[in-house]
């Protein structure tokens, strides 16, 4: 069972999605949940199958204190590297709230930001803490609706299946077809 908070303060969980891929955004969220909030079922997004991960995205929306999520696209990538680009999107996430945290718990060992709101790294954060396991959820339903969308320009590349990821048959789509705009350049493609 997962544990609501890492403290008595105004928390926001954080993680991202996306970063493996090879195609597509990082998509981060930040997510404030009500102290009293429970679910049995909340967890990790990887470990949730795609309907269950549709229907607690419902559940967070609808009892999150606030929640922010945001996509950094390919080109943002590309200049700064994956690493830099998912703490951008989770740091954009976490500013883009409407209430000020006074705590953030980030899934993952590697965060830093600007502002004076003291966080704590915690690796596998997404299977120990509910805020965490929300917006690890918000930011995989949000980022693999954008595949989906973008796969149906480029349907060659089955983004609707694979979500960008380095599938056999992605890799060997961009063999035969070449890259797309969406493509991460930088990254080993083949």
Same mark, same amino acid.
């Given at each position: $069972?997962?544990?609501?908070?890492?403290? @008595?303060?105004? +928390?926001?969980?954080?993680?991202?999605?996306?970063?493996?891929?090879?195609?597509?955004?990082?998509?981060? !969220?930040?997510?404030?949940?009500?102290?009293?909030?429970?679910?049995?079922?909340?967890? #990790?997004?990887?470990?949730?199958?795609?309907?269950?991960?549709?229907? =607690?995205?419902?559940?967070?929306? +609808?009892?999150?204190?606030?929640?922010?999520?945001?996509?950094?696209?390919?080109?943002?990538?590309?200049?700064?590297?994956? =690493?830099?680009?998912?703490?951008?999107?989770?740091?954009?996430?976490? +500013?883009?709230?409407?209430?000020?945290? +006074?705590?953030?718990?980030?899934?993952?060992?590697?965060?830093?930001?600007?502002?004076?709101?003291? %966080? @704590?790294?915690?690796?596998?954060? #997404?299977?120990?803490? $509910?805020?965490?396991?929300?917006?690890?959820?918000? !930011?995989?339903?949000?980022?693999?609706?954008?595949?989906?969308?973008?796969?149906?320009? %480029?349907?060659?590349?089955?983004?609707?299946?694979?979500?960008?990821?380095?599938?056999?048959?992605?890799?060997?789509?961009?063999?035969?077809?070449?890259?797309?705009?969406?493509?991460?350049?930088?990254?080993? =493609?083949?």
């Amino acid at each position: $069972m997962l544990i609501n908070s890492y403290s @008595k303060l105004i +928390e926001c969980g954080t993680d991202e999605a996306g970063r493996g891929c090879l195609a597509g955004p990082v998509t981060a !969220a930040a997510v404030i949940l009500p102290n009293d909030f429970r679910n049995t079922e909340l967890n #990790d997004s990887k470990k949730l199958s795609e309907s269950k991960r549709n229907d =607690l995205k419902k559940i967070i929306i +609808e009892k999150a204190i606030d929640y922010s999520i945001v996509h950094i696209p390919e080109q943002v990538i590309e200049k700064i590297n994956i =690493l830099n680009a998912s703490i951008l999107a989770m740091n954009t996430a976490i +500013e883009n709230l409407k209430i000020v945290p +006074e705590f953030i718990i980030v899934d993952g060992n590697k965060f830093n930001t600007k502002n004076k709101i003291p %966080f @704590k790294c915690i690796i596998k954060g #997404d299977s120990k803490y $509910m805020s965490i396991a929300a917006a690890s959820i918000l !930011a995989k339903t949000s980022r693999d609706e954008l595949m989906f969308s973008l796969s149906k320009k %480029f349907p060659l590349y089955q983004w609707n299946k694979n979500k960008g990821y380095p599938t056999k048959k992605h890799r060997i789509a961009i063999s035969k077809y070449g890259i797309t705009k969406h493509h991460r350049k930088k990254f080993k =493609l083949l």
